[in-house]
Structures are given as structure tokens and as C-alpha cells.
């Protein structure tokens, strides 16, 4: 009886096992086909996506009227991102992502930009010559160095 039992255990364990491996592939084989001939996910979906979540964030800090607008725009944001996954217009998405980076490349090359001044800011002193009021800039940390100008050829003694 025990041993009945135990089997029966045994083999109902393992046939819920097994369906649960089978689930799993139907549920797989379905997500499948179902995204077969869609667009998927892009630069601007993640774009969008981000945007969905800054218009969250925004919303703590915001007034009643604006909370609402940005709730609105952040809905918007991803039901867009959303449509666009799932959508079977490939070529249209295709432009929209194009038109997207058109747009984001100049601001992102502006961030990296401000990120290489800083950045420069930080290992050099930018300084004019003190004879033409040429502008130079000496690597720090060397502590006393004495300078040429590159335009008038003239020398100094500088702290840098
Ligand atoms: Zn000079």
C-alpha cells in the first residue's frame, strides 16, 4: 500500500515536472510565434522606456496638474514603446528609430563632450601667456615649471 502509494507520488511529481518542462516550451514556442514578423525592441524603445520612468520620477517632485500631465505622458511613453514592439510595420519602425537617433546623437555627443572638458579641467591648468595673452595649458601636478609659450617663445616660471 505504501509502496503504491510512494510510486504514485513518485510519478505524479514527476508527470507535474515534466508538464511544467512542456509548459514552459509551449509558453516559449507561443511568445514565439507570436513575435514572429514583429519589430522587437530599439534605441528608441529603450528610449521611450527611460522616458516612461523620468516622467515617473518627475511626478514625486511635481505639482497636482503637472503629476497628472507627466502620469498621462509616461502611460503614453510606454503604451508607444509597447505598440512598437508589436508591430508588423518593420519599415516605419525602422525610420522612427532613425528619426529617433537623428535627433538624440547631437545631445548625447554634447553630454560626452561636457564629460572630456571636465575631464580636462581636471588634468590641465588653462592659463594665458603672460607677454601675448596666448592661451596655454599645463598638465597639472608638477609643481614648479617653467613654460614656453608656443606663440611668442617667451619663458616664465609657473605653479601648476
Ligand atoms: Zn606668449
Known amino acids: 500500500m505504501l509502496f503504491t502509494l510512494c510510486s504514485y507520488i513518485e510519478a505524479w511529481s514527476y508527470g507535474k515536472l515534466f508538464n511544467e518542462k512542456r509548459m514552459g516550451d509551449w509558453i516559449m514556442n507561443w511568445f514565439r510565434r507570436m513575435m514572429a514578423g514583429r519589430y522587437g525592441m530599439d534605441q528608441?524603445?529603450?528610449?521611450?522606456?527611460?522616458?516612461?520612468?523620468?516622467?515617473?520620477?518627475?511626478r514625486g517632485i511635481c505639482k497636482e496638474s503637472a503629476a497628472a500631465f507627466l502620469?498621462?505622458?509616461?502611460?503614453?511613453?510606454?503604451?508607444?514603446?509597447?505598440?512598437?514592439?508589436?508591430?508588423?510595420?518593420?519599415p516605419r519602425r525602422q525610420l522612427e528609430n532613425?528619426?529617433?537617433?537623428?535627433?538624440?546623437?547631437?545631445?548625447?555627443q554634447w553630454f560626452s563632450g561636457r564629460k572630456g572638458a571636465f575631464a580636462e579641467m581636471q588634468n590641465y591648468k588653462h592659463m594665458k601667456c603672460p607677454h601675448c595673452g596666448q592661451k596655454i595649458r599645463i598638465p597639472r601636478g608638477r609643481g614648479k615649471v617653467?613654460?614656453?609659450?608656443?606663440?611668442?617663445?617667451?619663458?616664465?616660471?609657473?605653479?601648476v
Open 44 to 58: 528608441l524603445g529603450y528610449g521611450l522606456l527611460v522616458g516612461c520612468m523620468l516622467c515617473i520620477l518627475l
Open 71 to 90: 502620469s498621462i505622458l509616461a502611460v503614453v511613453f510606454l503604451g508607444f514603446c509597447y505598440y512598437r514592439i508589436f508591430s508588423h510595420n518593420i
Open 146 to 159: 617653467s613654460v614656453t609659450c608656443p606663440s611668442c617663445h617667451e619663458s616664465f616660471i609657473k605653479k
Open 98 to 108: 532613425q528619426r529617433f537617433l537623428q535627433w538624440w546623437y547631437p545631445i548625447a
